[in-house]
């Protein structure tokens, strides 16, 4: 955990954190976000979201977005998160996250987000294409964390640059309506082993949805038979395993498998890689897949059966959505207030 939050905020310690359904989830997406949440559940007051107003910031086919906000959210269940103790919720079904979100917009200035790089990034060469949701989408995310006055905030390196937005206009809003306390300033929480999969194809890369080889990734939805066969199949180079992590550096691949071995088994890769010192990827992937096979099988299985059953997932997604639109009423009517709109 990082720094506690700024002596000035006095609420309580809350965590939030969501996923966009925009893809099958994989490998990477469970061991560095869901099994955190899992786990912070137990910590902390926690809200997850699934995010499908960052969803639509690039094109997403309106027949299939429902179906996907279900698969995140069997995923959530699947990696054991419990809704009497966490609160899920579909994004879009707090409409007080879009309205924060333009009061946030009014707050933050365009310097800032021309600095965003994450911009940059997904725009491409042809920003003037790109969305102009695209483009504010970190503001939203401040309102999403600010909404419920979020004290801790689990991100990954490339977002950490978002949550650094967050704080500032978090902070100008404070010191612009004379509230010094009102928002906390959140902190980052590291995400330790797991936070950074590679892909079983290139240790380069990250693993990633988007990568148009399958054989790159496992999912959350693949059956014990695939799962294997990815492991099997994963790139390596010829050498034996080492005995220590600075021998390893240099060869991504085999760095990348053991480190996947280390977050399924729950242990430092240094311990991993002592137990299969001097032995080939002949040895040591049979192993992993089964290991792998053990840790993901049950979680994918768990999945089709939530998937199978659409009214059990809508009744978890209504009740966070009733708990999380409680949560962010008293928030956004002293926003309101504070900024001077009519009613308020």
Request: proline residues 7%; contains cysteine.
């Given at each position: 955990?990082?720094?506690?939050?700024?002596?000035?905020?006095?609420?309580?310690?809350?965590?939030?954190?969501?996923?966009?359904?925009?893809?099958?989830?994989?490998?990477?997406?469970?061991?560095?976000?869901?099994?955190?949440?899992?786990?912070?559940?137990?910590?902390?007051?926690?809200?997850?979201?699934?995010?499908?107003?960052?969803?639509?910031?690039?094109?997403?086919?309106?027949?299939?977005?429902?179906?996907?906000?279900?698969?995140?959210?069997?995923?959530?269940?699947?990696?054991?998160?419990?809704?009497?103790?966490?609160?899920?919720?579909?994004?879009?079904?707090?409409?007080?996250?879009?309205?924060?979100?333009?009061?946030?917009?009014?707050?933050?200035?365009?310097?800032?987000?021309?600095?965003?790089?994450?911009?940059?990034?997904?725009?491409?060469?042809?920003?003037?294409?790109?969305?102009?949701?695209?483009?504010?989408?970190?503001?939203?995310?401040?309102?999403?964390?600010?909404?419920?006055?979020?004290?801790?905030?689990?991100?990954?390196?490339?977002?950490?640059?978002?949550?650094?937005?967050?704080?500032?206009?978090?902070?100008?809003?404070?010191?612009?309506?004379?509230?010094?306390?009102?928002?906390?300033?959140?902190?980052?929480?590291?995400?330790?082993?797991?936070?950074?999969?590679?892909?079983?194809?290139?240790?380069?890369?990250?693993?990633?949805?988007?990568?148009?080889s399958d054989n790159s990734r496992l999912?959350?939805?693949?059956?014990?038979?695939?799962?294997?066969?990815?492991?099997?199949?994963?790139?390596?180079?010829?050498?034996?395993?080492?005995?220590?992590?600075?021998?390893?550096?240099?060869?991504?691949?085999?760095?990348?498998l053991i480190g996947i071995y280390a977050?399924?088994?729950?242990?430092?890769?240094?311990?991993?890689?002592?137990?299969?010192?001097?032995?080939?990827?002949?040895?040591?992937?049979?192993?992993?897949?089964?290991?792998?096979?053990?840790?993901?099988?049950?979680?994918?299985?768990?999945?089709?059966?939530?998937?199978?059953?659409?009214?059990?997932?809508?009744?978890?997604?209504?009740?966070?959505?009733?708990?999380?639109?409680?949560?962010?009423?008293?928030?956004?009517?002293e926003v309101r207030a504070k900024v001077?709109?009519?009613?308020?």
């Amino acid at each position: 955990m990082t720094d506690q939050v700024p002596p000035a905020y006095r609420g309580p310690q809350r965590v939030l954190s969501g996923v966009q359904p925009s893809g099958a989830l994989h490998l990477g997406n469970y061991l560095g976000a869901l099994v955190k949440f899992a786990r912070l559940q137990h910590e902390m007051d926690t809200f997850i979201f699934v995010a499908d107003l960052h969803a639509i910031t690039v094109w997403q086919d309106p027949a299939l977005l429902a179906n996907q906000v279900r698969e995140i959210t069997a995923a959530y269940l699947a990696a054991g998160l419990d809704p009497d103790k966490a609160t899920i919720f579909p994004q879009s079904a707090v409409p007080a996250h879009a309205e924060l979100g333009w009061i946030f917009n009014c707050v933050a200035r365009v310097g800032w987000l021309d600095r965003m790089t994450q911009f940059k990034e997904k725009s491409g060469k042809h920003k003037e294409r790109a969305s102009v949701g695209l483009y504010t989408y970190p503001v939203l995310q401040a309102a999403d964390i600010l909404l419920y006055k979020a004290t801790h905030v689990p991100v990954g390196d490339d977002q950490r640059q978002h949550l650094e937005l967050t704080r500032d206009i978090a902070a100008k809003f404070n010191h612009d309506f004379d509230a010094p306390d009102f928002f906390p300033l959140p902190d980052a929480l590291t995400q330790g082993p797991g936070s950074r999969i590679m892909s079983l194809r290139d240790g380069t890369a990250k693993m990633s949805k988007s990568d148009p080889s399958d054989n790159s990734r496992l999912n959350l939805l693949d059956d014990e038979d695939a799962i294997a066969q990815k492991v099997r199949k994963a790139k390596t180079d010829p050498e034996p395993l080492p005995e220590t992590l600075d021998e390893l550096k240099g060869r991504p691949e085999a760095e990348n498998l053991i480190g996947i071995y280390a977050a399924l088994d729950n242990r430092a890769a240094a311990e991993v890689l002592s137990e299969f010192a001097g032995q080939g990827f002949g040895a040591f992937k049979p192993k992993l897949a089964d290991l792998a096979v053990a840790r993901l099988g049950p979680v994918g299985a768990q999945m089709h059966r939530l998937m199978a059953d659409p009214g059990e997932i809508d009744a978890v997604l209504a009740k966070g959505a009733e708990r999380a639109r409680a949560a962010a009423a008293p928030t956004l009517a002293e926003v309101r207030a504070k900024v001077g709109f009519w009613g308020a």
